[in-house]
């Protein structure tokens, strides 16, 4: 009992609507769509899942006391398990920060530029080389600060002046300044 | 399968028949390293490298699932799980890690050679351009696996590699930082890096052994390559890969399994590095930090970049390194030659020494401590590197003048490749002694 048409389509050389789209060809269309879309769906969990967790993020800020630190010292602290330098720059430092020209800089950035204002002593930056991410010396009592008296990355001799600014070596940026605030006159908040 | 004399499988136990009746497996494996399986009857022992990957592949699996019975995926008991509990209170985990961390060094030994060995003898080359790129990518999920590996025990090694390692993504602007985070679900390695890393090790050497069985499959359509680069012509050219070539595997793979001992037993750390004994200390950088010993050619080209040029220094370093590895994917259509085997391409022949040459020297720039000659001496190994894929190999298949092939496998088996090589006429030179003939 089937009609002309449909024993056409089931031959396969049905052309059906005006637009030359066949019913078939759409619902083909339309379930291997919908099919995508819901594979993408379910990959979703599977990325997101590898991003940092809550615990992680939950660790995300950290409160250091700096009233211990005397003028050209410093001290590393932990913030999202990455070391961070907390240092008290010395007035010599700061001059020798601020009689670099820009133009020597391969990432141009100040010492005001890299402090809080009316802070210009405490140099808060991330211990993490920006070239692959080692923990430069300079912190600590006695380490080797470089010829640039900041900091020097033992890994591939990146080398950082006391405003924690490149000079010379592989690293591309100078040391990451985290976001902090001081909450009182000698604690700091970093995250 | 490849060839029409090929031997077809006949079950000698009614079992066997029975089984190949329902499920053809034995048929697919006599096919493919039984009797069923011609092989050019003149493979050298250069030949035999591929076997022992495989052979070492089956180590590291088997070791592993051992070790992976009393690791310790956390960051609290990894270390103390592998160098107290296996290192000391385990029956045998000792021998166990120790066959393990050098299990991984020789499968990539054996590896490099096989490698090496497909370069000078032009397998690369059609037909057999999906052999040569599946073994790529084997080799990169052996980089990947060996990598996050050397991660587990929770080393200062272990804990600046990975900081190192992922910080490489850090380099590409923009989406680097995010995806590196992402990789490590944190800001450093910690837990999270160190679980992903502990499930992806295990699993990628189950995936290699997937590539490999495509590796073969796609080797054994054209059949195995040879010395000469001929084509195998007849019946005559080959042998059954069993018992000849599992005969000749068995004993080569015997010695090196010697070796093998030798240094697993008497120097089971040479490889290896002291501050990995160091428990992993995320605040304190070790002074010079090495990856092992199978990556230093890469570190090499990855620190020979020290000048910004239009893109920063880090991100050069990082693209030259992924790039030294992806252009051997193009090197079926780099090199033009439609000669195979270096034996007769005495041009080609010298400059793949040199190219080996140059490997062992960025090797040992990208294993020892930096300073400024090893700089320039790694910039100059490195740029001679891409001089050779880039410059050198494409120049030399189109001016070079090949040396004479021999008309089949058969006859440089019987005469000598050296007497085929020299013009026809002349003298026939002593075996060997093809340069002097030229």
Known sequence: MATKAQSAERSGTAVAGSDGVRRRDFLNVAAVSFAGVGTLAALAPLIVQMSPSADVLALASTEVDISKIQPGQGIKVSWRKQPVFVRNLTPKE???????????????????????????????????????????????????????????CPCHGSMYDTAGRI????????????????????????? | MSFSWARPYEPKHPAMRWIDERLPLPRLVYGAIGGGYPVPRNLNYWWNFGVLAGIFLTIQIVTG???????????????????????????????????????????????????????????YKAPRELVWMLGLVIYLLMMATGFMGYVLPWGQMSYWGAQVITG????????????????????????????RFFSLHYLLPFVIAAVVILHIWALHIPGSSNPTGVDVK?????????????????????????FYALVTYFAPDYLGHP??????????????????????????????????????AKLWGVLAMFFSILLL???????????????????????????????????????????????????????????????????????????PLPNSITESVLHGEAAEAAPAGQKRPRRGSVATAG
């Open chain 2, 168 to 195: 490489f993504f850090s380099a590409f602007p923009l989406v680097g930082e995010p995806i590196r985070i992402w990789l490590l679900g944190g800001y450093a390695p910690d837990q999270a890096a160190l679980t």
């Open chain 2, 329 to 403: 994917f193009f090197l079926s259509w780099i090199d033009k030659s439609p000669v195979r085997s270096g034996s007769y391409r005495p041009v080609f022949k010298r400059f793949f020494w040199l190219l080996v040459i140059d490997v062992i020297i960025l090797g040992y720039i990208g294993g020892a401590p930096i300073n400024a000659w090893r700089v320039a001496v790694g910039q100059i190994a490195a740029a001679y590197y891409f001089l050779h894929f880039l410059v050198i190999l494409p120049l030399v298949s189109a001016f070079e003048t090949p040396l």
């Open chain 1, 94 to 152: 700061i001059a020798e920060a601020n009689a670099v020209p820009l133009s020597d800089l391969r990432d141009k950035q100040t010492l005001a530029e890299r402090t809080k204002p009316g802070r210009a002593n405490w140099l808060i930056t991330l211990g993490v080389c920006t070239h692959l991410g080692c923990v430069p010396l300079g912190i600590g009592e006695g380490e080797n600060r470089g010829p640039y008296g900041g900091y020097f």
């Open chain 1, 167 to 191: 000079r010379q070596g592989p690293a591309p940026l100078n040391l990451q300044v985290p976001d902090y605030k001081f909450t009182s006159a000698t604690t700091v908040e970093i995250g």
């Open chain 2, 65 to 123: 699932i051992v070790l992976a019975m009393h690791f310790t995926a956390s960051t609290d008991g990894a270390f103390n799980s592998v160098n107290q509990m296996l290192m000391r209170d385990v029956n045998a985990g000792w021998l166990l890690r120790y066959a393990h961390m050098n299990g991984a060094s020789f499968f990539f030994l054996v590896t490099y050679i096989h490698i090496f060995r497909g370069l000078y003898y032009g397998s």
């Open chain 2, 234 to 258: 007849d019946e005559k050219d080959t042998l059954p890969f069993h018992p000849f070539y599992t005969a000749k595997d068995g004993w080569f793979a015997g010695a090196v399994l010697l």
């Open chain 2, 275 to 312: 501050d990995n004994y160091i428990p992993a200390n995320p605040l304190a950088t070790p002074a010079h930090i090495v990856p092992e010993w199978y990556f230093w050619p890469f570190y090499a080209i990855l620190r020979s970049f020290t000048v910004d040029f239009i893109l920063p």
